[in-house]
């Protein structure tokens, strides 16, 4: 199980620019029009996402994408 406390890494360098992170998580992930690598469009993804994040990461053929721990905690929407 995901918390706010985690969020989206890659390793552009790696990216093999397959497209599958942007097929299985279109909200989270895009490709750089010029390389094709992959580009994080959501560091912190709605709850909702992980599913397709999970599937994103395990569909990596470069293994690039991951979820780790946030260094600081997601500010809530109600925080002052």
Do not use: N, Y
Not at 1 to 17: G, K, P, Y
Not at 30 to 37: I, M, R
Not at 43 to 59: G, K, L
Request: some cysteine.
């Amino acid at each position: 199980m995901r918390d706010s406390s985690m969020q989206v890494e890659t390793e552009i360098e790696q990216c093999v620019a397959s497209g599958m992170c942007t097929l299985l998580a279109p909200r989270v992930f895009d490709q750089d029009e010029a390389t094709g690598q992959v580009v994080v469009l959501e560091e912190r993804p709605a709850e909702e996402q992980w599913e397709a994040v999970d599937e994103a990461v395990r569909s990596c053929p470069a293994q690039v994408i991951r979820f780790e721990e946030a260094a600081e905690p997601a500010e809530r929407a109600d925080a002052p």
